[in-house]
């Protein structure tokens, strides 16, 4: 009985990873800026990530995030602030890979302990063909009104034409 269960579980977990919709990998490390010194631990710092859109090719986004020192951010256990910044540009042709969700999550990283997510999502703004990108923070309980919104016009570069983002969004 108990391992037919846990096969089960097993399977489920399986299911639900090849189901996930596609997220950004890792983000890369920009630089970090202390902005409170402390003696014996680490200092609180402001981070500087970059990441690339998993979805779609030529689209970089930048954003900052406060990181905690002290004991409790030393030992990753420090509930950070919800306090995010974010910009997104067009770095080259842009080429959809396939259709998206109007707020589809594109990355998702653990903020606290327990129950704090950072999200990015994304949309097209269909009327201008502009890709839209949000970033915000929930919490199981109690999420936080604070965001920020970024957008990239879709430019011609080079030779190659604009694409429609609204041809790839799923309806």
Same mark, same amino acid.
């Given at each position: 009985m108990f391992r037919n269960m *846990?096969?089960?579980?097993?399977a489920a977990i399986v299911a639900a990873a090849v189901a996930a919709p596609a997220l950004a990998a890792e983000p890369d490390l920009i630089f970090k800026k202390s902005t409170v010194w402390k003696m014996l631990t680490p200092d609180h710092k402001l981070a500087v990530y970059g990441l690339d859109d998993p979805l779609i090719d030529?689209?970089?986004?930048?954003?900052?995030?406060?990181?905690?020192?002290?004991v409790s951010g030393m030992l990753g256990v420090a509930e950070e602030?919800?306090?995010?910044?974010?910009?997104?540009?067009?770095?080259?042709?842009?080429?959809?890979?396939?259709?998206?969700?109007?707020g589809?999550?594109?990355?998702?990283?653990?903020?606290?302990?327990?129950?704090?997510? *950072?999200r990015i999502v994304r949309g097209c703004?269909?009327?201008?063909?502009?890709?839209?990108?949000?970033v915000y923070s929930d919490k199981l309980?109690?999420?936080?009104?604070?965001?920020?919104?970024?957008?990239v016009p879709i430019m011609p570069w080079g030779d190659q034409p604009a694409p429609r983002?609204?041809?790839w969004v799923d309806d």
């Amino acid at each position: 009985m108990f391992r037919n269960m *846990m096969k089960g579980l097993l399977a489920a977990i399986v299911a639900a990873a090849v189901a996930a919709p596609a997220l950004a990998a890792e983000p890369d490390l920009i630089f970090k800026k202390s902005t409170v010194w402390k003696m014996l631990t680490p200092d609180h710092k402001l981070a500087v990530y970059g990441l690339d859109d998993p979805l779609i090719d030529g689209v970089a986004c930048h954003y900052s995030v406060p990181e905690k020192g002290g004991v409790s951010g030393m030992l990753g256990v420090a509930e950070e602030v919800s306090d995010i910044s974010l910009a997104c540009r067009q770095v080259g042709p842009i080429t959809f890979k396939e259709k998206f969700e109007q707020g589809d999550e594109m990355f998702r990283e653990r903020r606290s302990l327990f129950f704090k997510k *950072m999200r990015i999502v994304r949309g097209c703004d269909l009327k201008r063909n502009v890709i839209v990108y949000l970033v915000y923070s929930d919490k199981l309980i109690e999420g936080s009104p604070k965001n920020s919104t970024s957008t990239v016009p879709i430019m011609p570069w080079g030779d190659q034409p604009a694409p429609r983002c609204s041809d790839w969004v799923d309806d």
